[in-house]
Structures are given as structure tokens and as C-alpha cells.
């Protein structure tokens, strides 16, 4: 049986003063969906609250995925929910991994982190690395306990530069930006204040060269749900009830109406189905942001729904 | 365990023999064990969906970056330059792969689909007016993919014809080295340069997939140097593999009459028509990968460096994993195949051909009240493909 991808905590760490690290597995041991620098997850937790996290791990193992979750004092709970509440052995939801930020390719990088904008930015400098791209990070943070992944980059040596606030005051920019170079990619993720600025320094350089993420609290729509949910088969009138442990796509074959699927992960596009109306609860790793608001279509495979009724073009 | 212990066979999966009805074969191989080695080439195979399945997935264990044929690029110049997509992995296989699927996916072939049906109605009515019997090969099969994909590419009109032998050779060129690679070496150099030429922003329309791929490339998001063999991959892979599918299709209704008349029934089955015939026909049969560490598999251990061939055709047909594996039916959902491939390397096309398929079946569904083969056709023969040379049909128009 199917059903949308739910992953194990299998472990929580802490990673400085204010961060923890979640490794998340599926509980039967299996393969993950693929993923490159830059991606991120939905996790959906307990308490119906979807967050996203840019995956810090390895993609060279195929079993776990990592984020580091940042204690968010002004949050909105979800963060607050990981702190506190979640524990290992705990499931959440997991929606993605979608990319908005990827690494594309060049010959010279430079990386500048914000806080926890680290974390989208580790698997690029290994990437990078691998490449044999030279590269530089400038890594800010408040101070340097608050400062995830330290020991984890120490290994790079002179490339990373570690720029907290309280011994250095605020990262250089006019130093690190003021000469363009068109071979340069510009990658920076992290609070708005920094991505702001960097913007503006990079004001000179070519166009394309810099690639934000920007972490910032996206509008919360309507939670997640874990009750089951209509969806109703336009073209044939049916009505099928998707409960929690099925996906749409089996409760629709169930039904009697095949919808050829190939991947069953969000990645491949084989199921997409017209959405005609309802809100669709996106897990796929397809389509970008305005597709999903657009709501017109899903993938079947992995994406639900956040109301109580979907109907569909079946 | 070791290669001694494991069950092996000095039969080549190449052979003419082999190429020309491959399923005695692969059904040996199925029922030998999870893991077969294959003497005549010192290679390991795998032919169950179990195994096939979990290493298409497996780009960590199995590289494709040693190549996807049998040559080994670890110890072996390629005859051309690696794809950036088939015969790589990430890193590198990312930002091309990344492009290349915006620009496929279903959403941004959307702006095609009205355009494919009306291109395939008129294609159906202009073959319609003439004789009952024709052979499929040419008239659609060949003729349907050659008229829409290459304005779709944004091609010039010039130099067509070489596409489908290109594939060939190169589809040829990842089994080894024999009569159907030397057959083909004469031309390779001339047709890998035409297909280069064309590969060029200047050769190029503006409104096309090659233009897309140029326009990823001022956007940074792939290197000029990339944007070249990027086009080159959707020139490689993008025409016979379409063409020997859509020849299936129509030889899997030709040869079950009771499953054209369900289609004329519900002519929205043409999507899981085609699929089903990718699963039955397999038009991709095998791909390789190699292994970059020792790795286990169902208890056998392959060394590091080895060559994997793994057989999609005979994992299409598997019986642990298909009810009545050589059935042609399109009451069977052939979701989970394996002929488009799966994982990180599934074929980033396969949007392309089925929506090419779905707009011909379509159009034949709706002037051909039947569809017969008439007699048994002749198979074309090549390392990789499992394809027509001539499929001889006669149709009844509605
Ligand atoms: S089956 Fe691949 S996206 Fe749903």
C-alpha cells in the first residue's frame, strides 16, 4: 500500500545553541527520493503545522535526509514544535524535496550564509568541492556557539571564513563583492537584512551571477490534515474517500479509475491530474511556487488535499 | 558468494539470434537466479524487476558515468563525447538534467498537445486516402515523430534523414563491437557531424527546445559549452527510441484485435495503450551501468569496476512481478514499468513520446474501425532496440 512519504526521526542533535538536527528514514529502511544542493522538505509535523527545511545531508546516501531546525523566538510554533516536542521515533509528513536554489555550474563560488541560511549551503560547498570549483564561504552568525556545522566545515580549511558578529561585527560585503567577476556564481542564503545587502553589492555584477534563498515565513494556509478527505471523480461522478494511509492514487484505482503512474515519488510527472476544484495539498517535487498557488493541477502520487473535497478531471 | 558459484551462461545477449527474438532468452536468464554472468562479455546480468528496478535507482552504487553501454569509459576512450545527461552522474548529470526536465516536463508540453493531434489527424487522413494495406514502419511509426519532433526541436529543414540512422548507430554502439556497430562505423563520423552542426544557437528556430536549452544557458543555469550536447542528447535519444515505440503500439493492436475495439471503445486509453506497449515491446531492451564499489546484490557480491547489464525488457516481463507478463492488455495498469528507465537517469523524454503516441493513436482510433498485421513483418536488429524494419498492416477505415 501507498501512501504519502512519512519518515522516522531517527535522530536529534543538538548543532549549536539554538539549532538541532533531525536525521529523518523511512521507516522500512528504504530508498529516499533524490535530491541536489539547494533542495528543501516540507515536514509536516504532528500537530498539522508545514515547515520547510533546505537538506543539509548527504545525497551520496540514499537513506536518510538531515535539517538543522533554528529555534525561532518570533516563530509561529513550528519551529518551537521540533525544540520541544518532537522526539525520535516520532513521524512526521514529508513533502519535496523541491529545488529552488540550485548550484549551477561555475567555475569560482562564493558562498555567504547568514545563521542558519548555512544549512542549503553545506551540500553546495561539498558539491563545489567535488567539482574542483574554487570556492569561498563567509559564514556570519551572532556569535560563535550560535554558529551550526563549525566543526563540519573546519575540515575546508582558509576557504571558510567565519564571521561572528560579536567578535567581528557584521560580514564584510564591500570587501568580499566589490570586484565583479564574471566567473563567479554569487550564492547566499539567510536572514533579509543580509540578502538585502548582498543584493546591493551585487548590484555591479553580471546579471545571473547571484542566486538567493531567502528564509523567511512563508503565509501559513490551511494546515495539513490527517482526517481523511472526498475526492470526487468528475468525469464519472464517483466520490472516493482517501483515508490517511492511501495515497489519491490508489484510492482513485481503487475506484475503478486507473491513472498511470510511473515514479510514485513526485518526481517523474506521470500521474499529473487536472484539479478542478479544491485546494490540493502539493508534495510533489515538480512544480514551483506559482504552479502550486495555481492549484490547477497534482500529482496524484504523493499530493492530497487541505480541504475537506477534491474534485478531480477523471 | 563468487562469479564461480553464480549461475552463468556463454550465450550473447547480442547475437543475431538473441537480437531477433529475445524473450526465450531473457525468460532463461529470469528464472537462473537474481544475478547471471554473462561469459562472452565477462559481464554480470540482471533480468528480474526486483534487481532491475532497485539498480536503475541505485546511481550511488551503479554509475552510468563509466557509460551506459558495454565499453567501460574508466579504461575506454568513448567513441563521442559523453552525454551530459545518459553518461553522467551527479554532480555533473544536475544542471543539464535539471534544464533538460523543465523543458520536457508536462507542463511546458502543454503549448504542443493541440498542435500533435491536429499534425496526427492529418497525418491519419492523408495516409487513409490511400491503399487498405501499407507498411506502418514508414507511414506512421517513422512518419509521425520525423513531422512533429524536429520543428519541435526548432531543426532546419535540411538533413533530416540522418536522425534515425545516428540513433541507430549509436543505440548499436552500446552493445560490443560487432556486425551491427561495424556496419554502422562507415558513416558515424559524417552523421555525429551533422548532428553536431546542428546542435549550434545559429541552426537553431527561435521557439524550440534546442532555443530553451540555449536560453537555460544565458540564464546561467548550464555552461555554453553544455548547451551544444544538451541539444545533441534530444537529437540522440529523442527519435528512434519514439519511432520503435510507436511501432510497437500499433504491431500490439494489430496483433490483438479484441484491444482495438476496447480503445475505439474508450479512446481515452490511447495514454495507457502506450505504456502498456513500452512494457510489452520494451523498445529500450538494455542499458548497462558499472559498479563503483563492491556491491551485494541478492547475495552476490560484483566487484567494483564490473559492468552490469541489466535487462528492461525481460524485467517488463517478469512474472513475479506481472500478472501474465505476455499479455498485451489494456486492462492491466503498466504503471512501475521499466522501459522509460526509473530513478535519477528515467528518461527525461518520456512526456515527449507518449504525448507523440497518445496524438496518433488518437487520431487512428478515430478513422480505423480495425486494424490487422498481415503477415509476421520483419524485425530490425540492433545491440540495444527492440525494432521494425517493415510491419506490413491493413486497416478498415470507420
Ligand atoms: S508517478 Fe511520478 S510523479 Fe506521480
Given at each position: 500500500?501507498?501512501?504519502?512519504?512519512?519518515?522516522?526521526?531517527?535522530?536529534?542533535?543538538?548543532?549549536?545553541?539554538?539549532?538541532?538536527?533531525?536525521?529523518?528514514?523511512?521507516?522500512?529502511?528504504?530508498?529516499?527520493?533524490?535530491?541536489?544542493?539547494?533542495?528543501?522538505?516540507?515536514?509536516?509535523?504532528?500537530?498539522?503545522?508545514?515547515?520547510?527545511?533546505?537538506?543539509?545531508?548527504?545525497?551520496?546516501?540514499?537513506?536518510?535526509?538531515?535539517?538543522?531546525?533554528?529555534?525561532?523566538?518570533?516563530?509561529?510554533?513550528?519551529?518551537?514544535?521540533?525544540?520541544?516536542?518532537?522526539?525520535?521515533?516520532?513521524?512526521?509528513?514529508?513533502?519535496?524535496?523541491?529545488?529552488?536554489?540550485?548550484?549551477?555550474?561555475?567555475?569560482?563560488?562564493?558562498?555567504?550564509?547568514?545563521?542558519?541560511?548555512?544549512?542549503?549551503?553545506?551540500?553546495?560547498?561539498?558539491?563545489?568541492?567535488?567539482?574542483?570549483?574554487?570556492?569561498?564561504?563567509?559564514?556570519?552568525?551572532?556569535?560563535?556557539?550560535?554558529?551550526?556545522?563549525?566543526?563540519?566545515?573546519?575540515?575546508?580549511?582558509?576557504?571558510?571564513?567565519?564571521?561572528?558578529?560579536?567578535?567581528?561585527?557584521?560580514?564584510?560585503?564591500?570587501?568580499?563583492?566589490?570586484?565583479?567577476?564574471?566567473?563567479?556564481?554569487?550564492?547566499?542564503?539567510?536572514?533579509?537584512?543580509?540578502?538585502?545587502?548582498?543584493?546591493?553589492?551585487?548590484?555591479?555584477?553580471?546579471?545571473?551571477?547571484?542566486?538567493?534563498?531567502?528564509?523567511?515565513?512563508?503565509?501559513?494556509?490551511?494546515?495539513?490534515?490527517?482526517?481523511?478527505?472526498?475526492?470526487?471523480?468528475?468525469?464519472?461522478?464517483?466520490?472516493?474517500?482517501?483515508?490517511?494511509?492511501?495515497?489519491?492514487?490508489?484510492?482513485?484505482?481503487?475506484?475503478?479509475?486507473?491513472?498511470?503512474?510511473?515514479?510514485?515519488?513526485?518526481?517523474?510527472?506521470?500521474?499529473?491530474?487536472?484539479?478542478?476544484?479544491?485546494?490540493?495539498?502539493?508534495?510533489?517535487?515538480?512544480?514551483?511556487?506559482?504552479?502550486?498557488?495555481?492549484?490547477?493541477?497534482?500529482?496524484?502520487?504523493?499530493?492530497?488535499?487541505?480541504?475537506?473535497?477534491?474534485?478531480?478531471?477523471? | 558468494?563468487?562469479?564461480?558459484?553464480?549461475?552463468?551462461?556463454?550465450?550473447?545477449?547480442?547475437?543475431?539470434?538473441?537480437?531477433?527474438?529475445?524473450?526465450?532468452?531473457?525468460?532463461?536468464?529470469?528464472?537462473?537466479?537474481?544475478?547471471?554472468?554473462?561469459?562472452?562479455?565477462?559481464?554480470?546480468?540482471?533480468?528480474?524487476?526486483?534487481?532491475?528496478?532497485?539498480?536503475?535507482?541505485?546511481?550511488?552504487?551503479?554509475?552510468?558515468?563509466?557509460?551506459?553501454?558495454?565499453?567501460?569509459?574508466?579504461?575506454?576512450?568513448?567513441?563521442?563525447?559523453?552525454?551530459?545527461?545518459?553518461?553522467?552522474?551527479?554532480?555533473?548529470?544536475?544542471?543539464?538534467?535539471?534544464?533538460?526536465s523543465g523543458i520536457l516536463g508536462p507542463r511546458a508540453l502543454r503549448r504542443l498537445?493541440?498542435?500533435?493531434?491536429?499534425?496526427?489527424?492529418?497525418?491519419?487522413?492523408?495516409?487513409?486516402?490511400?491503399?487498405?494495406?501499407?507498411?506502418?514502419?514508414?507511414?506512421?511509426?517513422?512518419?509521425?515523430?520525423?513531422?512533429?519532433?524536429?520543428?519541435?526541436?526548432?531543426?532546419?529543414?535540411?538533413?533530416?534523414?540522418?536522425?534515425?540512422?545516428?540513433?541507430?548507430?549509436?543505440?548499436?554502439?552500446?552493445?560490443?563491437?560487432?556486425?551491427?556497430?561495424?556496419?554502422?562505423?562507415?558513416?558515424?563520423?559524417?552523421?555525429?557531424?551533422?548532428?553536431?552542426?546542428?546542435?549550434?544557437?545559429?541552426?537553431?528556430?527561435?521557439?524550440?527546445f534546442?532555443?530553451a536549452?540555449?536560453?537555460?544557458?544565458?540564464?546561467?543555469?548550464?555552461?555554453?559549452?553544455?548547451?551544444?550536447?544538451?541539444?545533441?542528447?534530444?537529437?540522440?535519444?529523442?527519435?528512434?527510441?519514439?519511432?520503435?515505440?510507436?511501432?510497437?503500439?500499433?504491431?500490439?493492436?494489430?496483433?490483438?484485435?479484441?484491444?482495438?475495439?476496447?480503445?475505439?471503445?474508450?479512446?481515452?486509453?490511447?495514454?495507457?495503450?502506450?505504456?502498456?506497449?513500452?512494457?510489452?515491446?520494451?523498445?529500450?531492451?538494455?542499458?548497462?551501468?558499472?559498479?563503483?564499489?563492491?556491491?551485494?546484490?541478492?547475495?552476490?557480491?560484483?566487484?567494483?569496476?564490473?559492468?552490469?547489464?541489466?535487462?528492461?525488457?525481460?524485467?517488463?516481463?517478469?512474472?513475479?512481478?506481472?500478472?501474465?507478463?505476455?499479455?498485451?492488455?489494456?486492462?492491466?495498469?503498466?504503471?512501475?514499468?521499466?522501459?522509460?528507465?526509473?530513478?535519477?537517469?528515467?528518461?527525461?523524454?518520456?512526456h515527449v513520446?507518449?504525448?507523440?503516441?497518445?496524438?496518433?493513436?488518437?487520431?487512428?482510433?478515430?478513422?480505423?474501425?480495425?486494424?490487422?498485421?498481415?503477415?509476421?513483418?520483419?524485425?530490425?536488429?540492433?545491440?540495444?532496440?527492440?525494432?521494425?524494419?517493415?510491419?506490413?498492416?491493413?486497416?478498415?477505415?470507420?
Amino acid at each position: 500500500m501507498e501512501r504519502a512519504l512519512e519518515l522516522r526521526v531517527v535522530e536529534k542533535a543538538a548543532a549549536s545553541e539554538g539549532v538541532v538536527t533531525l536525521t529523518l528514514a523511512r521507516p522500512d529502511g528504504g530508498r529516499l527520493p533524490d535530491w541536489a544542493p539547494g533542495a528543501h522538505v516540507d515536514l509536516i509535523l504532528p500537530n498539522g503545522d508545514t515547515r520547510q527545511y533546505s537538506l543539509c545531508g548527504d545525497r551520496w546516501d540514499a537513506h536518510t535526509y538531515r535539517v538543522g531546525v533554528l529555534r525561532e523566538p518570533a516563530g509561529r510554533g513550528g519551529s518551537a514544535y521540533v525544540h520541544d516536542e518532537l522526539r525520535p521515533g516520532d513521524l512526521v509528513g514529508v513533502g519535496g524535496p523541491r529545488n529552488n536554489f540550485p548550484l549551477v555550474p561555475g567555475e569560482r563560488y562564493l558562498f555567504v550564509a547568514g545563521g542558519i541560511g548555512i544549512t542549503p549551503l553545506l551540500p553546495m560547498i561539498r558539491q563545489a568541492d567535488l567539482l574542483g570549483a574554487d570556492w569561498t564561504l563567509v559564514y556570519g552568525g551572532r556569535t560563535r556557539a550560535s554558529m551550526a556545522f563549525l566543526a563540519e566545515l573546519e575540515a575546508y580549511g582558509e576557504r571558510v571564513h567565519v564571521v561572528p558578529q560579536d567578535e567581528f561585527g557584521l560580514i564584510d560585503l564591500p570587501r568580499w563583492l566589490a570586484e565583479p567577476d564574471p566567473a563567479t556564481k554569487v550564492y547566499c542564503c539567510g536572514p533579509g537584512p543580509l540578502l538585502d545587502a548582498v543584493e546591493r553589492g551585487c548590484s555591479g555584477w553580471p546579471e545571473h551571477a547571484l542566486r538567493t534563498e531567502r528564509f523567511v515565513a512563508r503565509e501559513q494556509g490551511a494546515p495539513a490534515r490527517s482526517a481523511p478527505f472526498d475526492v470526487e471523480l468528475a468525469r464519472t461522478g464517483r466520490t472516493v474517500t482517501v483515508t490517511p494511509d492511501v495515497s489519491v492514487l490508489d484510492a482513485v484505482g481503487r475506484a475503478g479509475v486507473e491513472v498511470l503512474s510511473s515514479c510514485r515519488q513526485g518526481t517523474c510527472g506521470t500521474c499529473e491530474t487536472d484539479v478542478l476544484d479544491g485546494i490540493p495539498d502539493h508534495r510533489d517535487s515538480i512544480l514551483d511556487d506559482a504552479e502550486r498557488a495555481a492549484g490547477d493541477c497534482m500529482f496524484v502520487c504523493v499530493s492530497r488535499s487541505l480541504g475537506d473535497r477534491l474534485v478531480l478531471d477523471l | 558468494m563468487t562469479t564461480a558459484t553464480i549461475p552463468a551462461t556463454g550465450i550473447d545477449p547480442f547475437s543475431p539470434e538473441v537480437l531477433a527474438d529475445p524473450l526465450p532468452f531473457q525468460a532463461w536468464l529470469r528464472d537462473a537466479g537474481s544475478v547471471v554472468h554473462l561469459a562472452t562479455h565477462d559481464v554480470y546480468a540482471f533480468a528480474r524487476y526486483e534487481q532491475v528496478h532497485a539498480a536503475l535507482v541505485d546511481w550511488q552504487g551503479l554509475q552510468s558515468a563509466a557509460g551506459v553501454g558495454l565499453s567501460n569509459f574508466r579504461f575506454e576512450k568513448p567513441w563521442r563525447p559523453p552525454s551530459l545527461l545518459l553518461e553522467a552522474d551527479p554532480p555533473r548529470h544536475d544542471a543539464p538534467r535539471r534544464v533538460l526536465s523543465g523543458i520536457l516536463g508536462p507542463r511546458a508540453l502543454r503549448r504542443l498537445r493541440e498542435r500533435w493531434f491536429a499534425d496526427a489527424e492529418r497525418l491519419v487522413d492523408e495516409l487513409l486516402d490511400g491503399p487498405d494495406e501499407f507498411d506502418a514502419v514508414p507511414a506512421l511509426a517513422e512518419a509521425f515523430p520525423l513531422r512533429v519532433f524536429p520543428d519541435a526541436v526548432g531543426l532546419g529543414p535540411d538533413g533530416r534523414e540522418n536522425l534515425l540512422p545516428y540513433g541507430n548507430h549509436l543505440f548499436n554502439a552500446f552493445g560490443p563491437p560487432n556486425a551491427l556497430v561495424e556496419a554502422g562505423n562507415g558513416r558515424a563520423a559524417e552523421l555525429a557531424a551533422w548532428v553536431g552542426a546542428q546542435c549550434t544557437r545559429d541552426a537553431l528556430s527561435g521557439d524550440g527546445f534546442g532555443a530553451a536549452i540555449w536560453a537555460a544557458s544565458d540564464r546561467g543555469e548550464i555552461t555554453p559549452e553544455q548547451a551544444p550536447m544538451i541539444v545533441r542528447s534530444l537529437l540522440s535519444a529523442g527519435v528512434d527510441t519514439t519511432v520503435h515505440g510507436i511501432a510497437a503500439v500499433l504491431h500490439a493492436f494489430a496483433t490483438h484485435p479484441e484491444q482495438w475495439r476496447r480503445l475505439r471503445e474508450r479512446p481515452d486509453l490511447a495514454r495507457v495503450a502506450f505504456d502498456e506497449a513500452v512494457r510489452w515491446q520494451s523498445p529500450v531492451q538494455t542499458f548497462f551501468r558499472t559498479a563503483t564499489r563492491d556491491v551485494e546484490i541478492g547475495g552476490t557480491v560484483i566487484p567494483d569496476g564490473s559492468k552490469i547489464l541489466m535487462f528492461l525488457g525481460a524485467a517488463n516481463r517478469d512474472p513475479r512481478r506481472w500478472t501474465e507478463p505476455d499479455a498485451f492488455d489494456l486492462a492491466r495498469d503498466p504503471s512501475g514499468h521499466v522501459g522509460f528507465g526509473m530513478g535519477l537517469h528515467q528518461c527525461v523524454g518520456q512526456h515527449v513520446a507518449r504525448l507523440e503516441a497518445e496524438a496518433l493513436v488518437t487520431a487512428l482510433a478515430a478513422r480505423v474501425s480495425s486494424i490487422e498485421q498481415v503477415g509476421d513483418g520483419e524485425r530490425h536488429l540492433n545491440n540495444t532496440l527492440r525494432a521494425w524494419a517493415s510491419l506490413p498492416l491493413r486497416v478498415h477505415r470507420a
